[in-house]
């Protein structure tokens, strides 16, 4: 997969709306290592399980042999969710939108990535102000 900087300008697919990315780790590339809690960790599940931008192919983790399509589970094991073809879009309060691949759990689950706080912060307040399906048609504009 291609690597990003966090918080630097979109530019993965035509889709670049204004939008900063978020999680595009890859191998050769060192990351922020932290605690993501759980309450975030599963709204970031809710929202990877309808990715946009879908694209051909499975993306494998750089870091791992997990297998393709890597599996997340929810922090009470009751959701299971496979990542690797798609991303997600959060937008915080102060408007800025973020991209992010739908690897980014499987990054915090299995390798401890820690994203950038104002992304934490985007995704606590989509999952207390919205469901994932309506802040993806408020992404668009739908």
Not at 15 to 24: H, K, Q
Not at 58 to 72: G, I, K, Q, R, Y
Not at 75 to 101: C, H, M, N, Y
């Amino acid at each position: 997969m291609t690597h990003f900087e966090d918080l630097s300008k979109y530019t993965y697919s035509k889709d670049n709306r204004r939008a900063l990315n978020v999680g595009w780790l890859g191998e050769g590339h060192s990351f922020p290592i932290g605690h993501v809690e759980s309450e975030i960790f599963d709204s970031l599940l809710e929202l990877v399980d309808s990715p946009m931008n879908i694209m051909r192919g499975l993306h494998n983790c750089e870091f791992c042999d997990a297998d393709s399509p890597v599996t997340v589970l929810s922090t009470s094991g009751e959701r299971k969710v496979r990542v690797g073809v798609g991303e997600i879009r959060v937008r915080g309060r102060d408007r800025i939108a973020f991209a992010a691949p739908t690897l980014i759990v499987h990054y915090i689950d299995a390798h401890n990535y820690l994203p950038p706080q104002r992304f934490l912060d985007a995704v606590r307040d989509t999952s207390t102000n919205s469901s994932a399906s309506s802040h993806v048609r408020a992404w668009w504009g739908i």
